[in-house]
């Protein structure tokens, strides 16, 4: 019922901002029209949390979700180590050397 009740449209300018290199801005905006016709404020959000312009911002949430998502491989000692890891790999590491970090032998 609430997928019927969704209107969605294009905003030009964060399409233009989204294709202009520089920017590669993935903006969003949300406002709430109720039953009353009243509306909520439009909230705009330029990049989401996943943007490389938010990455200090990101880093401790992927943590957290690395962290709540390896227990069924890793204790927490070992998932904190492989987490340091992967977090100082850099762009040019091989990728064997990702794997390596996977395998609980190394």
């Known amino acids: 019922n609430l997928r019927k009740k969704i209107f969605v449209s294009e905003e030009p300018q964060f399409t233009k901002d989204y294709y202009e290199f520089s920017k590669r801005h993935i903006s969003n905006s949300i406002e709430i029209v109720y039953n009353d ?15 490389p312009s938010r990455r ?10 690395f962290l709540r998502n390896v227990t069924s491989v890793f204790d927490t000692e070992n998932a904190l180590v492989v987490w340091d890891k992967i977090i100082n790999l850099k762009k040019d590491d091989d990728l064997n050397t990702f794997f390596n970090i996977l395998n609980k032998d190394e």
């Open 56 to 65: 200090e911002e990101a880093i401790p949430l992927l943590k957290d979700k």
């Open 37 to 51: 016709n009243s509306t909520s404020e439009k909230i705009t959000i330029e990049n989401p949390i996943g943007h």
